[in-house]
């Protein structure tokens, strides 16, 4: 497929986290400042004492690891193409090398608080050290714990991604055509070939905003077979970055949902809007549908919605975005998640 | 059995999908090599069918369960209510829920994309077949009815349940009221009170008042009552409302006011 690329180099798959990350950045300055806590808290007597001591020792911890952050931000890129354990030492070895700076740096400033003396210096290095280790041990176990999560999710998803109501129906309209117009019947089954290929794949290699988009309207006019001019879709792509880089059937299924909760329960059919662009780096994705009473009073699509909430979550961690809002008789499912470029 | 078997069985077809209907439509076509049979119509909703079914019935309807508006399960009620009721055969493409439901009570059903030989099975078993009973239908609903319907002469009329403006019980009856009849219909107001505790509200002990249309209150009434008169939308008629529901109507009263404004 032209212009894959592999969600494993790319999303929470390697054991070496992406720094660049806003969700792994959180995660070492939460981790760093617990254990500086836990050190605190086996050096002291009292509460007041455990005030001062955390105090002196967030002062003198946050630069280094403010620092540490930004090198590693900058270095990621060539980080993730050593060997795990190249790039795992080259980050202790990092972590030593600044907290050596500060205290050089820092010189009398760090004395003050820790004493100085041969030993201190080299317990210094030693807890920085340690630090990364431990940082590097979380995130490595962390890689290894989602995993089976992420082929879980996978699984999970491949079953409420295309419903069987869908499958079943869309069969049913296709042999209605095979007799009376065999080569509109023909497309259709390609449409579902092309539809359940993706769907039955492991979902591994990201795809291009172009051909989803494309999968998108495959199944779109499997639907219209069905329904007729009771499916009508406004398409918004002037904005659209076609050579961007999404898991694959990210949108079919909110179009899935649409039409299931929006279109399907109304005699008169419905409009559903798409909207797809990118801006500032990140790449928008609208999908509108009617909101129909039913919707309204059950909680309409929320539940088989999850699903997708789930996938982004792994995939992105806390740099998706996911809204759902209800106003004006309309359902509005608007995902933001960065943009990715080949 | 008698001569009327030689008729040929007129089959209805009741499906929202277009290409879901010329699909049986020609499976009944191929059908009729082994048995007699006619279609003598279809329709893309419940309502429609209902119209149509009511100047020509049917001895067997084939109806698809998941449609806009009012559903196949629905329509069974309804239907139920002719003179001749027809039989039902329910046809689905996926739907767990009515699955099970059908096999627990020995429903015949038909699965999308269908079969020929099922059809063809169902249909031969369909003239020996009874009627399923209205008490069943209603377990298989699950959510409130979209439309009451009644029975005059020998039709079936369904009454939207947006139309309603208030349900009065009247001995066995009930008083179906909309802004252009009355209607009379055979079901209990407290069954009727609780299918739609969200739309209806009970200003008396034989009264339920569709909360969207109450157009406001007025002083007045008989002796006993509350003292407080109902005003609709729509209508003239003022409705009393008793002493004993006034605090529950009240807050209604307040609620429409602050969203007056």
């Known amino acids: ?104 740096l820092g010189g009398s400033l760090f004395d003050e608080v820790h004493g100085s003396s041969a030993f201190v210096e080299w317990r210094r290095m030693l807890l920085a050290a340690s630090l990364s280790g431990v940082l590097l041990t979380y995130f490595r176990w962390r890689a290894r714990a989602m995993s089976p999560a992420l082929q879980g999710a996978r699984l999970q998803a491949l079953q409420a991604r295309i419903r069987p109501h869908f499958l079943f ?93 929006g279109i399907e329960p109304l005699a008169e059919g419905g409009v559903i809007e798409i909207a797809i662009y990118a801006e500032e780096r990140r790449l928008h994705l609208s999908v509108r549908n009617p909101l129909t009473d039913k919707a309204a009073q059950t909680g309409g699509n929320h539940l088989a919605l999850s699903n997708i909430r789930e996938r982004l979550s792994l995939l992105f961690d806390v740099e998706a975005e996911y809204r759902v809002t209800r106003q004006d008789g309309s359902y509005d499912v608007h995902i933001v998640i960065p943009l990715l470029q080949p | 059995m008698n001569d009327t078997v030689t008729l040929p069985l007129s089959v209805f077809i009741v499906d929202d999908e277009p290409l879901a209907r010329s699909r049986l439509k020609d499976l009944l076509d191929d059908c009729r090599a082994q048995i007699e049979l006619e279609v003598t119509g279809e329709a893309g909703s419940g309502i429609e069918a209902l119209e149509k079914l009511n100047q020509h019935p049917a001895e067997v309807v ?64 369909a003239r020996d077949a009874v009627p399923l009973r209205t008490e069943v239908l209603r377990e298989l609903i699950p959510e409130a009815r ?85 005003r609709l939308h729509g209508l003239e008629e003022r409705l009393p409302v008793s002493r004993r529901q006034w605090p529950s109507v009240k807050v209604l009263e307040c609620m429409q006011d602050q969203g007056d404004q």
């Open chain 1, 169 to 261: 129906n869309s069969i049913n309209a296709v042999l209605a055509i095979v007799r009376a117009e065999p080569r509109r019947a023909e497309t259709a089954l390609e449409d579902m070939a092309d539809l359940f290929r993706m769907a039955m794949g492991d979902g591994h290699d990201l795809v291009t905003l172009k051909h989803e988009v494309l999968l998108a309207e495959r199944y779109l006019s499997l639907e219209r077979l069905r329904m007729g001019e009771r499916l009508q879709v406004h398409w918004d792509k002037t904005r659209m970055p076609p050579g961007a880089l999404i898991p694959p059937l990210l949108l079919q299924p909110l179009l899935e949902n649409a039409v299931y909760h």
């Open chain 2, 62 to 125: 084939l109806t698809d369960i998941r449609m806009p508006g009012m559903d196949g399960m629905e329509l069974a009620m309804h239907l139920n209510k002719l003179d001749k009721p027809p039989v039902i055969i329910f046809t689905t493409a996926y739907d767990s829920y009515a699955v099970q439901a059908f096999e627990q009570r020995a429903i015949d059903y038909l699965l999308k994309p269908i079969r020929l030989g099922r059809l063809f099975e169902a249909i031969s078993r």
């Open chain 1, 1 to 104: 497929m032209p212009g894959t690329r592999s969600i494993k180099q790319n999303i929470p798959y390697r054991l070496l986290p992406d720094f660049r990350n806003l969700g792994t950045v959180l995660r070492i300055l939460v981790v760093g400042n617990l254990l500086a806590l836990f050190v605190a808290l086996m050096r002291v007597t009292s509460f007041s004492e455990l005030g001062q001591r955390m105090l002196l020792d967030s002062a003198l911890l946050q630069p280094i690891l403010l620092s540490m952050l930004l090198v590693l931000y900058l270095l990621d890129r060539r980080l993730q193409r050593l060997p795990y354990w190249q790039a795992a030492g080259a980050i202790v070895l990092l972590s030593v090398g600044i907290t050596w700076g500060y205290a050089w």
């Open chain 2, 146 to 230: 979209t439309h009451l319907s009644a029975h005059e002469r020998g039709k079936v009329l369904p009454i939207a349940i947006e139309d309603v403006l208030y349900l009065r019980a009247e001995m066995k009856y009930v008083t179906v009221r909309t802004a252009e009849r009355e209607y009379l219909i055979e079901e209990s107001l407290t069954a009727l009170e609780k299918e739609y505790a969200t739309r209806f509200v009970r200003i008396h002990r034989n009264c339920l008042v569709a909360k969207s249309a109450i157009a406001g209150f007025e002083k007045g009434g008989e002796e006993g009552e509350s003292g407080w008169l109902l």
